[in-house]
């Protein structure tokens, strides 16, 4: 089974496409997409707006995302692009994991690399659930069979 969402608003496109074997894991992963989905259509609906308002009243450009648009939409952005590409090198259908909730860590976080930056466990060929405490964020998902949880490939 296989779905496409794809949204247009003036000059902003955006496309994503989930796959699955199975029933129970293709609805789990499209009811997991449809809030970050929301998230994109918001923030593509205010660029749209503050394209407009800017054909009518020439103004210097903006360096700060959009009012109204999420603060993280170009990470949401970003994050659907990587996804995009590791699935299609290894020749798979992108999924997309919640997106992470923005944070203020007491210290300097390092930056996620490999499936801890995509959300997408590549071991597993799963979407990874979003977690966070005091010492930080992660994906991670759960391993029935061996009863833990996996955080994919570094």
Known sequence: M?????IRIGAFEWTHTMRSTDDAEFHTRVQTFVPTFREIVAAMEAMQAEREAAKATPAPPAAQPPAGAPANVQALIQQAVQQALAAQANGQAPSTPPPAAPSTPQRQAKP???DQATGFCSL???GMEHHENERG???SHWLPEEERHCKGRR
């Open 2 to 6: 296989s779905s496409c969402f794809k």
């Open 137 to 139: 964020s992660w994906y």
């Open 124 to 126: 597993h060929n799963v």
């Open 112 to 114: 996620k690399t490999g």
